[in-house]
């Protein structure tokens, strides 16, 4: 069974980067979709970011399109979320997610979840 395991959060200054990762064990996360959440304070569970299991086509939306990246390394058998530029809304509790359907971009589509990790960014 496929398991997910996060790290890379924390608390930065506005404009500045931080790396998520998520690290999979179980099997090859290459062979599924997945997404990244953002849950903000009082806020519903929403993707930022995707990666598709047929083609690697990736998704943002819009609020960090041009500023996070999302990529795979399978070598590492890991997900990585780039995030550059970060802008307060950008706060919240950030989750990985992986299914074997082509797209994670609903939370009720994902079987796998990371455990989250917390990301702030203030001045």
């Known amino acids: 069974q496929l398991q997910l395991v996060q790290s890379g959060g924390g608390s930065v200054q506005l404009g500045e980067s931080l790396r998520l990762s998520c690290a999979a064990s179980?099997?090859?996360?290459?062979?599924?979709?997945v997404g990244w959440f953002r849950q903000g304070p009082g806020k519903e569970r929403e993707a930022i970011a995707g990666?598709?299991?047929?083609?690697?086509?990736?998704y943002y939306e819009d609020s960090v399109k041009g500023r996070f990246t999302l990529s795979r390394d399978n070598a590492k058998n890991a997900v990585y979320l780039q995030m550059n530029d970060l802008k307060a809304e950008d706060a919240g509790s950030y989750y990985c997610?992986?299914?074997?359907?082509?797209?994670?971009?609903?939370?009720?589509?994902?079987?796998?979840w990371g455990e989250g990790t917390e990301v702030t960014a203030s001045s």
């Open positions: 997610a992986g299914d074997i359907s082509a797209w994670v971009l609903v939370p009720e589509v994902a079987r796998y």
């Open positions: 990666i598709s299991s047929i083609d690697d086509k990736l």
């Open positions: 179980g099997g090859n996360l290459g062979n599924y979709a």
